[in-house]
């Protein structure tokens, strides 16, 4: 029990220092030329004009994976097939450019 306790914390502390990096990357782009962070970052998959001029810039990288099905058979020798299970995993990055063509602000899901 001490040792799951201590696995817990460590995955935790992983975590969150894995989630600063990533705060930390995004917010060095604050104040950017939204030209210099696509010529880093490449074209995005999704440009979306706001109410101000501005834009958001849409970095999608998440996935779809589709997990098969599982069979139960019962003592009664019955089998009942479970159908394929689709799940999609959230990974995004999305920087909002003001009207001048700088970022001001981003935000972040998923490793």
């Not at 782009?29 to 696509?38: D, F, N, S, V």
């Not at 998440?62 to 997990?67: F, L, N, P, S, Y």
């Amino acid at each position: 029990m001490k040792r799951l306790a201590i696995v817990l914390l460590l995955c935790s502390l992983a975590s969150c220092g894995r989630s600063e990096a990533i705060s930390k990357g995004m917010d060095s782009w604050k104040g950017a030329p939204m030209t210099r962070l696509i010529a880093s970052w490449g074209p995005p998959h999704r440009i979306i004009e706001d109410e101000n001029g501005g834009r958001i810039l849409v970095y999608d990288y998440g996935e779809t994976v589709e997990r098969e099905g599982t069979s139960v058979t019962y003592p009664t020798g019955i089998t009942v097939k479970q159908p394929n299970r689709t799940s999609r995993a959230e990974r995004w990055r999305m920087f909002w450019i003001d009207a001048k063509g700088k970022v001001v602000r981003w935000s972040w899901r998923g490793w």
